[in-house]
């Protein structure tokens, strides 16, 4: 029995695999596209993931790498075109888990807490005042003040 000799990709399957692997097709649907060169027929799952295992690791990040590249050489650039750079947005957000953050200021102003401290001194003074007009205790919450 005569042995088989190892599948050896060439470069155009190995960059159709990272390109595969990096816009998320599955394992089924690159097997449908590389054929076993001994065979003639697509090759199994356990063959692609055992041949191009380097491939199958790294094409996503090298593809975000890529197109990251190419946003920053657009910020650099004179000249943009704002579809490739939406286009590119697009991708980073749906692939490299990039996303847009709306930055909230949430310090108020100055004066803003002390205006509204007499204006709820103010309201607790004027309950007190009903309640002493109407014969009902106003108890304090024993909190000292």
């Given at each position: ?16 695999i990272?390109?595969?692997?990096s ?13 076993n060169?001994?065979?003639g ?10 041949v ?5 690791a ?37 692939k ?21 401290h ?15 007009e ?12």
């Amino acid at each position: 029995m005569a042995l088989e000799k190892p599948f050896v990709p060439t470069e155009n399957q190995r960059d159709m695999i990272e390109m595969m692997v990096s816009t998320g097709h599955s394992i089924h649907e690159m097997c449908l596209l590389v054929d076993n060169p001994h065979t003639g027929v697509p090759c199994s799952a356990p063959m692609l993931k055992d041949v191009f295992r380097k491939e199958l690791a790294r094409g996503k990040a090298k593809y975000i790498t890529a197109v990251e590249r190419d946003v920053y050489r657009m910020a650099l650039s004179k000249e943009v075109s704002p579809i490739k750079l939406r286009a590119a947005m697009f991708v980073l957000r749906a692939k490299g888990g990039w996303k847009e953050t709306h930055v909230l200021d949430h310090q108020m102003p100055q004066g803003v807490i002390e205006g509204a401290h007499d204006i709820l001194q103010s309201k607790v003074n004027r309950f007190a005042n009903r309640a002493g007009e109407t014969g009902v205790s106003a108890k304090s919450n024993g909190s000292g003040s």
